[in-house]
């Protein structure tokens, strides 16, 4: 706790108390029976305690509050209370008294006082008392100056200042992933994944209030920390609602890009930004913190000149019978091509159609769907490869295997196949 | 949770300052006689000595029975237990209604004569009838008193020892008089390990600060200032000298023959001797001397030593079985792990202690004894077992879930609050606020408000006046919670309407007070308090906060701590934890 001594020449005397939350006070049961030597007296002596909890004496978390004994830690994003008391430790009548406190950072600095009008006068064993409340914003050395100046009877004027110097830590630690979804065949948009891992860096429990992320304008959000079960969905963490030292908890969200830019999402290159995660905690006694992370930026998978993705596909086929897919064929480059397919066969996989036949062209953005058929000649889970699109204006040839794949069974229950 | 320091240990001074001079030490004695008070038999030791057993004075303690001349190991045994003998508490100076074990009314009861010496073996047979008489010249059936009595012993004694105890015990109870060798790393033979722990840090405090006139005024009782017995150990209990109990009992013990450095060396047990260790142990846990409970604990392993049951003892406690151990003292045992850093053991031994307290519990539906034997038991004391154990058993849930609190599993320890219910359900109330408490303190104040309403539910109108408080202070807490200071102080106050002498409601309101920024009124409020009611003011938790709004108030401080020094000086034995007042 951060109490100096004032210096001995000054008729006022300034004290700063941090006033983190308080706690509650905890006993230590010590218990017997009637028929033991003590008899009754360990019973009595605890009921005789004021911080026991009467009727349940051996319950060791008590109601008496205990105010903080010492400074303690300070996380960015919680919020720094303490009391400022001045003091008259004279014995004569000080008047003109003004008392500023403000906070120096590093890059900033901010007042903190309640109230900048001077207090006309105060008697001796009198003092003047202040709550400041500030929601710290930076990590690193944070400096608390309080300045008080003051008239003494003789008119002559004083002025000294306290400097309280205290480090605010980091109490998160947030790393991202994304994960881009396979296209839904039902649906055009591409969905991204976000996988947060939030780790509690500081020394107790935490309370994780609130997780959220807000989205960008191009993006929805949905939130995929809750199980659906009666009105309130529950968490997925279960009872397990609060995050001890060091632990590690992950959230998932599932952004969809809006409709409107729906078009533009198979085609976004390079960087592009998703949204902030916004997490708001509570300790002791509902201490609060909140945070904000900057921008989260997602790197667009790269497509290439060209995206094949599939538009439908069957689950499940029938041993060498033909069944039909659709490719969607987008030009993510800026040129305009000139497409041809072929289609090569593999061990398992049989193209049916015409191969080498042009598509006509394809201008920068845009698409064009393709209608194929093919046939397995064995079972299994089969994957479809041996797609060929030629751009003739520059001659380049771009290969796709590995489709997708497709569950190829036999009908019949005899021995033939 | 507050940190808590436990002072450090005194180092072993091994002066043990007798009054009246060493009587010799004690005479033997055969193993045909039974526990208290024994007349003695044929084979006495040249030396005799008067033991002075009338009335309430008791000889203070003999030195060690090392001064004694004894060749044997069973001489010595016999030495260890006469000593035992006379330090007894006698029936009629005891305040417990179970009285004694039924032997002693057998033998030959309190209403004694002085020197007992001098009755040969002849004629102690025939006294015990006339003194049985004696002694239940008021009641009409002395046999169903005494049964009734064995029932009380039976079910309190019950214990499940181990399997090689139990092979142990059999041994005993089918050779007649000697108990089997047993190797000595099966015995218990514990010693005092510290010495003179009497140190009164008020006075102290008042050498430093008030000076030597001022210190010189402060009256504790010691060791030396109260009766050399248990009801001397009593008193120092009660006033609150603990440290002064800790050394009496540490001479009690040292007539046991358990002195300090007898650890380690071959002695026998009493119900006695072992309650006095359990006082010790227990005390050291008051005062937080952990590591002393430990290291005085050592001796005797896991409680389940052969010579720790009444069986092994078959001609000093015929017919008794089960543990002496008190039940008080495994609870002890098992606890203190969690106060020296090793809180797993302590709830593997917690959960020991839930098994036994299971499987009796088991074997009593069942229709059997506690201890599974085919004994039948009378509807009525069949409930009563019942009812013990389940007190028992709530007793070391509340011992696990503190152990789980202390140790941040807020999951399980919420779990284990909430089946304690079920055993303890008229502390339902206190349970689910103290469930609030706890998720108060990790942050979840909805979940806290969720426990808080379902008190509020249980509690009809109408009822006893602490439902209604309690209600209250839930409230307080959320407040406090949502920062809402006013608020919270708004609803002590309400406390304090219906209760006026609350001291938790006061000491929170003038809590809030500060958050308030009224430090004046805070300060005085509380002042006020400790001046008016020191007795339920002058405690740790409130003197920490008074001592910290002072440092806040003014650079003298100092002076008015020394004023609560002095109002300390006043009332508090030698136990008071002196850090509060923050003058070190």
């Known amino acids: 706790m951060d109490v100096n001594q004032a210096k001995q020449e000054h008729l006022l005397a300034l004290k700063v108390m941090r006033l983190t939350k308080p706690t509650l006070f905890t006993n230590l049961p010590v218990t017997c029976e009637e028929r033991d030597l003590p008899g009754d007296l360990f019973g009595q002596l605890m009921k005789q305690d004021p911080s026991t909890i009467k009727g349940a004496e051996s319950l060791m978390l008590g109601e008496m509050l205990t105010l903080p004994q010492n400074f303690g830690n300070i996380f960015l994003g919680e919020t720094f209370s303490s009391y400022i008391s001045v003091h008259n430790d004279s014995t004569q009548i000080v008047k003109d008294i003004l008392v500023k406190a403000d906070l120096q950072t590093s890059s900033q600095r901010l007042n903190l006082s309640a109230s900048n009008s001077a207090v006309a006068e105060l008697k001796p064993e009198c003092c003047i008392d202040d709550v400041i409340h500030h929601e710290v914003k930076e990590i690193g050395t944070h400096i608390l ?65 609130k997780v959220s992320l807000e989205p960008t304008i191009m993006y929805n959000v949905t939130e995929l920390n809750t199980v659906a079960s009666g009105d309130d969905g ?76 599939l538009e439908m596909i069957p689950d499940t086929v029938n041993l060498e019978e033909p069944f039909d897919i659709v490719c969607k064929i987008t030009n993510c480059s800026e040129r305009t091509m000139d497409l041809v397919v072929e289609m090569c066969n593999t061990r398992s996989i049989h193209w049916c159609g015409i191969s080498g036949r042009q598509l006509g062209k394809l201008s920068p953005g845009a698409s064009l769907l393709l209608p194929l058929t093919i046939f397995s000649s064995v079972q299994g889970l089969q994957s479809i490869s041996g797609l060929r699109l030629t751009d003739t204006f520059l001659k380049r040839t771009y290969e796709y295997d590995d489709i997708a794949q497709v569950c190829v069974i036999c009908p019949y229950t005899s021995n033939e196949c | 949770m507050d940190a808590r320091e436990a ?134 059936d002395p046999f169903a008193t005494a049964l009734s009595l064995s029932e009380v012993d039976r079910r309190h004694d019950a214990w499940l020892p181990s399997e090689e105890t139990r092979k142990v015990l059999i041994s005993v109870a089918t050779q007649q008089y000697s108990p089997a060798y047993v190797e000595s790393s099966r015995l218990t033979m514990p010693g005092l390990k510290f010495d003179n722990l009497q140190v009164d840090a008020v006075k102290d405090l008042m050498l430093r600060f008030l000076g030597e006139q001022a210190a010189m005024k402060r009256q504790v009782l010691t060791a030396n200032s109260v009766e050399q017995s248990v009801i001397g150990l009593k008193q120092l209990v009660s006033s609150k000298n603990w440290r002064a109990a800790v050394d009496l009992t540490g001479r009690l013990l040292t007539a046991h023959g358990q002195g300090y450095g007898k650890a380690g060396q071959p002695t026998s047990h009493t119900t006695d001797s072992l309650q006095l260790w359990f006082v010790r142990l227990a005390l050291f846990t008051k005062l937080n001397l952990f590591q002393n409970a430990e290291l005085e604990f050592e001796p005797f392993g896991n409680l389940d030593q052969p010579d720790l049951y009444y069986e092994y003892y078959p001609t000093v406690y015929p017919g008794k079985r089960g543990s002496m151990v008190p039940f008080s003292m495994r609870l002890l045992h098992a606890e203190l792990p969690q106060y020296l850093a090793k809180p797993q053991e302590a709830l593997d031994r917690l959960h020991h202690l839930e098994t036994i307290c299971l499987a009796i519990l088991d074997n009593l539906e069942k229709g059997l004894a506690e201890d599974g034997s085919m004994v039948t038991l009378t509807q009525e004391n069949r409930q009563a077992s019942l009812k013990l154990w389940r007190s028992r058993l709530g007793r070391v849930m509340y011992s696990m879930a503190n152990c789980l609190l202390l140790m941040k599993d807020y999951i399980l320890a919420v779990e284990t609050y909430h089946s304690i219910i079920q055993y303890e359900p008229q502390q339902r109330v206190q349970l689910l606020s103290g469930i609030g408490r706890i998720f108060l303190q990790i942050g979840d104040v909805k979940m806290a408000e969720r426990y808080f309403q379902d008190v509020e539910k249980g509690c009809q109108k109408g009822g006893p006046v602490t439902n209604t408080t309690c209600v209250l202070m839930n409230r307080a807490f959320v407040y406090l919670s949502q920062n809402n200071y006013t608020e919270a102080h708004a609803t002590f106050l309400e406390v304090l309407k219906i209760d006026p002498k609350n001291p938790v409601a006061n000491n929170n309101a003038a809590v809030c007070l500060l958050y308030l920024g009224r430090l004046k009124e805070s300060l005085g409020q509380l002042e006020g308090l400790v001046q008016q009611d020191p007795t339920s003011y002058l405690h740790e938790s409130v003197l920490f906060n008074l001592t910290t709004m002072y440092e806040l108030e003014s650079s003298r401080s100092t002076q008015k701590k020394q004023a609560l020094l002095e109002a300390v000086a006043c009332r508090e034995g030698d136990s008071f934890n002196t850090q509060c007042l923050k003058l070190a």
């Open chain 1, 145 to 209: 100056v309080c300045a008080v100046s003051y008239t003494t009877q003789f008119g002559e004027k004083l002025y000294f200042r306290k400097f309280f110097k205290f480090q605010v830590l980091k109490p998160l630690d947030v790393k991202t992933k994304f994960y881009n979804a396979e296209s839904d065949l039902s649906s055009v948009t591409d969905e991204v994944f976000l996988e947060a891992q939030i780790q509690n860096i500081t020394t107790s429990p935490m309370f994780m209030e």
């Open chain 1, 234 to 309: 529950e968490s997925t963490f279960g009872k397990m609602s609060y995050l001890q030292p060091m632990d590690t908890r992950q959230y998932l969200y599932c952004l969809k890009p809006k409709a409107e830019y729906a078009e533009k999402a198979g085609v976004i290159k390079g960087v592009t930004m998703i949204g902030k995660l916004d997490i708001v905690w509570r300790t002791n006694l509902g201490e609060r913190g909140r945070l904000q992370t900057s921008q989260l930026q997602r790197m667009a998978p790269g497509y290439g000149d060209i995206r094949l993705s």
């Open chain 2, 7 to 140: 002072p450090s240990q005194r180092p072993d001074t091994l002066d043990i300052t007798m009054e009246d001079g060493s009587n010799a030490a004690s005479a033997g004695d055969s193993l045909e006689a039974p526990s208290n008070l024994v007349p003695f038999k044929d084979n006495i030791l040249p030396q005799e000595e008067s033991i002075d057993l009338g009335g309430a004075e008791f000889a203070t303690p003999h030195e060690d029975s090392s001064a004694t001349p004894s060749e044997s190991l069973m001489d010595r045994l016999n030495d260890q237990m006469m000593e035992s003998v006379m330090i007894s508490d006698s029936p009629n100076n005891s305040e417990e209604e179970d009285v004694a074990p039924m032997d002693s009314f057998l033998d030959g009861g309190e209403d004694l004569k002085p020197a007992r010496e001098d009755e040969g073996k002849e004629g102690s047979q025939e006294q015990p009838f006339n003194q049985l008489q004696a002694v239940f010249s008021g009641t009409d």
